[in-house]
């Protein structure tokens, strides 16, 4: 996907294994939504630059997830592997464009940048939480190629 990488060697982390909980079986009841579920949406979405996960790479941890089920809220909060990635933005829109299409439209989600993780938090976070600039991205097709590509079932 990229020519030149911006770091060619990145810590890769072992997957955690756990076993999935069954959903409710009450048709009627309402369904929560937890931070393990919004985990599982997260965790295979594969880096732009790497072929790894971003929970291989530690980018995305169930730690790193806020769920405030009640009030419809959803905050991600990942850590770019190194502090100058220049992907920071695709990563985060790839979060954000997997929520999209995995959660009801009433969710509320925040994209962040963990606190001091990149060199230009404050402009990324600001990109990834403006919903003009979010449809502006989405309309580059290139752009969005590669958020597709990060997002397809590649590690099966």
């Known amino acids: 996907m990229v020519s030149e990488l911006i770091n060619a060697n990145p810590v890769v982390y072992q997957k955690e294994r756990r076993a999935r909980i069954a ?25 732009p ?6 929970e291989e790479l530690k980018v995305i941890t169930e730690d790193s997830i806020e769920v405030d089920d009640e009030r419809s809220y959803v905050r991600v909060t990942f850590t770019p592997t190194v502090e100058h990635c220049s992907m920071a933005t695709v990563i985060g829109l790839c979060l954000r464009v997997k929520l999209m299409r995995c959660l009801p439209s009433r969710y509320k989600v925040d994209i962040r940048v963990a606190p001091g993780t990149h060199a230009t938090e404050a402009a990324v976070n600001k990109q990834l939480n403006d919903k003009e600039r979010v449809a502006a991205a989405l309309e580059n097709p290139n752009l969005v190629d590669m958020v597709d590509e990060c997002l397809a079932r590649w590690n099966e």
């Open 23 to 47: 959903p409710s079986v009450d048709e009627y009841a309402a369904e929560t939504i937890d931070q393990l579920e919004i985990f599982d949406y997260l965790r295979d979405i594969k880096d």
């Open 49 to 54: 630059e790497h072929p790894y996960s971003l």
